[in-house]
């Protein structure tokens, strides 16, 4: 396999994790791309993924992109039913959190990350005050869902680490940079979380300060 991915992405932290956790990391051929560069813009990316993101993974005859299929696709491939089980219930749980994560919860941590976070290294200028606002607002709408979800639990389905963490939880380093304007004190149970989650080896492998110093 040949994953295409890079640095601080959280889309690409939560895939290489998922290798990680299976054992798989070892096996794939991982090219490490600069965006700023533009190193994901050649054809081999392009012709894997027609959108030209990463994370791109190619398994043989299959081009895979969206980071939250990968996932699903590798730990279908290495039979992992205790960290995605199978039964029609816990995959639907999966599946739904992975939706809502995607659409709501890391959508609204993206519009205030980009903007307190990753603009400024794009070159893109300094934060729109008005635009973290927006973002925050969301936030806090569905924050209240997780922190509810993650009462009297440690993980988001329940006692066990599932694939559904890495897909909610995978701004979650990100969301604890100082400066990153996200009010995570006012969820103490989903900073819990998130702080278990990085103590996690195959979750902490891919934090992007750990892959920073990777890199160099
Ligand atoms: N929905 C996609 C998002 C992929 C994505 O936006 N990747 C970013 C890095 S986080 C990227 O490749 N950006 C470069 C570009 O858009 O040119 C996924 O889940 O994988």
Known sequence: MKLYTTNFSPN???VEAVLHHL????????????LMAGEHQQDAVRAAN???????????DLNLWEANPIMIYLCDRAGAEEFCPSD???RFEI?????????HYNRALGEILWETFAK?????????????????E????????????????DFVLGDTLTVADFAVGS?????????SQVPLDDYPTIKAWCLRLESIPSWGATAPDTRAEAAE
């Open 50 to 60: 027609p959108n030209v993101k990463v994370p791109t993974l190619v398994a043989g």
């Open 138 to 153: 969301n936030f806090h709408r569905f924050a209240a869902v997780l922190e509810g979800q993650l009462a009297g639990r």
């Open 88 to 90: 029609l219930k816990t």
């Open 12 to 14: 690409c932290r939560r």
């Open 23 to 34: 054992g798989l990391y070892e096996e794939v051929d991982v090219q490490r791309l600069n």
């Open 171 to 179: 701004h979650s380093a990100l969301a604890m940079v100082p400066g």
């Open 120 to 136: 400024s290294m794009f070159g893109g200028g300094p934060a729109d005050q008005n635009k973290v606002d927006a973002g925050l």
């Open 95 to 103: 599946l739904r959190w992975m939706s809502w994560e995607v659409q």
